[in-house]
Each structure stands twice: as C-alpha cells, then as structure tokens.
C-alpha cells in the first residue's frame, strides 16, 4: 500500500512539474516574440492594403479574405502553417518597374512594434506600372502588433568621391565623405553615412582637393538635414549607406 502511494505520489510530482515547465515558455508578460523571418517572398503587382501599409495575417481566411483585389491567391501564400507563423503584406512602389527587390529584413523595435523593411532596386526607364505587393512569413506575432513598413530605394550609379572639409558645402556637413553626381543644372551630393564600409581605402582623400570617378550602390536614408531644398547654386545634399563602391 505504501508503495502504491509513493508512486502516484512520483507521477503527480512528475505530471505537474512538466506542466510547470510547458507554461514557462508562454510569458504572459509579454506575449510578443523576437523578430525572425522563417521566409522572404517574392513582390508581384498589384496592392492588398493601403500603399505605405501592412497588413497581419494569422490564419488561412484572413488571406483569403485581404486577397479579394487579386485573381487568386499566388502559390507561395498556400500551405502556410498558421499555427506557428504569421504572414506580413505590404503595399509599396514608387511608379516605376521593380528592377529587383534586393532583400527583407524585420525588426522588433518595441513591446508590440516591429519594422519591416524592404530594399528595392528600381528600373526608372520604365514607369507608370502602379504598386506592388511585398511579404514576409515570420514566427507568430499577434494581430494587435503594429508593424511599419519602409522601403528603401537602392541607388546605382556613378559620381565623383571627395572629401568635404570644414565649410566647403554647407554649415550640416564638414569632415565627411561625399559621392556628387553632377546632372547639369543640379549637383547631388549623396554624403556618406557609413565611412567605416570604406576601409580607409579613399583617405587619401581627405589631405588633398582630389576626387575620384567610382561607381556605386547604396540606398537613402532620412536625417535631419536629408533632401534639404536647392541652394542658390543648384546643390542637392542626401544622405546614402553604401553597399558598393568601387574605382573607375
């Protein structure tokens, strides 16, 4: 008898310490995961939402449901496990043909906010071709989350590298780097956020008035002083994170 119950006494013991550790791994607390991307999905034409929006799909007949401006559903939004993920749209575009939609990536940037990013490359030759739809699968977040989507337009180009020194442009940019593009009438200068991707290859540059034709990719982004209006002399100042650069 006293066997019996040191056993069941052990498998109680057992059953609720695995119950135990099950409910640690929900918290409560905070019930918003870490941003992971499980799969990063092609653009196709068209719009799902508003442009500059997303939208957080959580089950089979929410995306039935958001898809009703499209034909049918595309392949690579069937069989989605939304027991475990959750799909992110989004609808963006400039106007122009997407040259190639370079890469995604997802952030979590507070307690139920989250940044979806997206880098474009555009071909500007051809334009007037309306949105186009974007979209992640990442592990599930809950349908209350506010996800921002931002797009970033990749630049490919070629210009001059230089190197600004005090009071040479403007009073906002001294003592950095700048790649101008010189289009005539207007002169852009797309000043250099991450000098670090430069390995010290152009310092050169900064004891001397010399530039350099390279040619170069990268993508824009806001700052205080970004797309300032045109000075009297025709000067466009942007701020730009390289991703390539190399000499002519």
């Known amino acids: 008898m006293k066997l019996k119950v040191i ?42 939402c508003e442009q500059g929006k997303t939208i957080i799909i959580n089950s089979q007949q929410e995306l039935n449901s958001v898809w009703n401006s499209m034909d049918s559903v595309p392949d690579f939004l069937t069989n989605i496990d939304f027991q475990s993920h959750t ?19 997802f952030e979590k940037m507070g307690n139920n906010q989250y940044k979806y990013s997206v880098f474009v490359y555009y071909c500007l030759s051809n334009a007037c071709v309306g949105t186009f739809v974007c979209g992640i699968i990442v592990d599930k977040i809950p349908s209350n989350s506010q996800v921002a989507l931002i797009e970033n337009e990749l630049l490919e180009d070629e210009g001059e590298i230089y190197y600004i020194k005090e009071g040479e442009l403007n009073q ?10 010189d289009q005539g009438a207007i002169k852009i200068n797309y000043i250099i956020s991450n000098e670090d991707f430069l390995q010290g290859q152009y310092d050169y540059l900064k004891l001397d008035n010399q530039s350099l034709n390279v040619k170069f990719s990268g993508y824009e982004i806001e700052h205080e002083t970004h797309n300032q209006p045109i000075s009297p002399y025709g000067i466009i100042c942007k701020n730009i994170v390289l991703t390539s650069i190399e000499q002519l």
């Open 7 to 48: 056993i069941i006494a052990i498998l109680t013991l057992f059953l609720f310490l695995n119950i135990s550790c099950e409910k640690e791994t929900i918290n409560d607390d905070n019930p918003y995961p870490n941003a992971k991307i499980i799969k990063e999905l092609p653009f196709i034409y068209g719009n799902v």
């Open 87 to 105: 799909l992110i749209l989004g609808t963006t575009g400039n106007g122009n043909e997407v040259s190639e939609l370079n890469k995604q990536t």
């Open 172 to 181: 906002y940019h001294n003592n950095q780097f700048c790649i101008v593009i």
